[in-house]
């Protein structure tokens, strides 16, 4: 099976190294430099104070034709406009398709791929990229997956030839499979940045558990989903298993960075939009992760 990665940040690498013990991986970069470093000393994969590597091949995304079996695309949500450029540039039909976004936001967007299979997927594997071809897996999860437009036997067959010890799991609808983690990354992610702590504060500060389960609340009004307690359970559950981790979106701004806030609760105020639902605290949440990010990479 051939497989092709698009995006050189942790996850891409992370995916690009346990992937290629059972398929032929190309990895493709934004930069040439990012590649030509892959493919002069190989990707490093750094676990439990042991170092593995291996070699894959290094392209950029401009070379990307769509022609391996399965592409997997590991972009954040606001970098996804020139993967969709690239799909819509293709004259022949392409391989199948993978996202990997955190959000929802991009859904819209899957839906109107009309050429190729298209399947979503879930990632609860921690990762760090330490450089441009060096990548800690700081915990271990499986990888979700369902389909926008597709078949479920080509998700089966996949999962049969990748290496157990890097599982994945066929989940039967997408919007349950996301929304469960749009929740959690809608609470901890905004909470984390405005507030500038780590994860388990959110339970063991009293006054910042309260205000979680404001927006947990303000959240349930406009998802679709059944059972509130138990999708309150495992946001807490997230925050105890990764007390003392600094959330993606708290390190995006510490770097001056752009989040993926339009994708988490840009798409939770437009769901509550068009049901014509008031709620101000996601809003507070949004306008001043927005507010953080101006001069920063965003507007």
């Not at 009309?114 to 399947?119: A, G, K, P, R, S």
Request: contains cysteine; hydrophobic residues 35%; aromatic residues 10%.
């Amino acid at each position: 099976m051939k497989i092709g990665i698009i995006g050189g940040g942790s996850i891409g690498l992370l995916f690009a190294y346990y992937l290629n013990q059972a398929a032929s991986v190309t990895l493709y970069t934004r930069t040439l430099e990012q590649a030509d470093k892959i493919n002069r000393e190989g990707l490093c994969l750094k676990y439990q104070d042991h170092l593995h590597h291996t070699y894959v091949s290094g392209k950029t995304l401009e070379s990307w034709q769509g022609q391996e079996d399965l592409t997997i695309v590991t972009v954040k949500q606001y970098q996804l406009e020139a993967v969709f450029t690239k799909i819509r540039q293709q004259t022949k039909p392409t391989g199948r398709l993978l996202f990997l976004q955190n959000g929802m936001g991009h859904i819209k967007h899957l839906k109107a791929i009309t050429n190729c299979e298209v399947y979503v997927g879930s990632v609860e594997h921690g990762a760090y990229r330490n450089s441009e071809n060096i990548v800690t897996h700081t915990g271990e999860g499986v990888t979700r997956l369902a389909v926008i437009n597709g078949e479920h036997s080509f998700l089966e067959e996949f999962i049969d030839k990748i290496p157990k010890s890097f599982p994945f799991v066929v989940e039967e609808h997408y919007y349950q499979m996301l929304v469960k983690k749009l929740i959690v990354n809608a609470i901890i992610n905004p909470m984390t940045a405005v507030l500038k702590v780590p994860n388990g504060e959110l339970l063991s500060n009293p006054y910042y558990f309260s205000s979680m389960k404001c927006l947990f609340k303000e959240l349930m009004s406009v998802l679709e989903v059944d059972d509130h307690d138990a999708y309150f359970q495992h946001v807490v559950t997230v925050c105890q298993n990764t007390a003392g981790n600094r959330s993606s979106m708290l390190k995006d701004i510490e770097n001056h960075q752009p989040t993926e806030i339009d994708a988490i609760l840009g798409y939770i105020l437009e769901e509550a939009e068009k049901k014509a639902i008031h709620v101000p605290i996601i809003e507070t949440y949004y306008h001043l992760i927005k507010g953080f990010s101006i001069g920063k990479g965003e507007e």
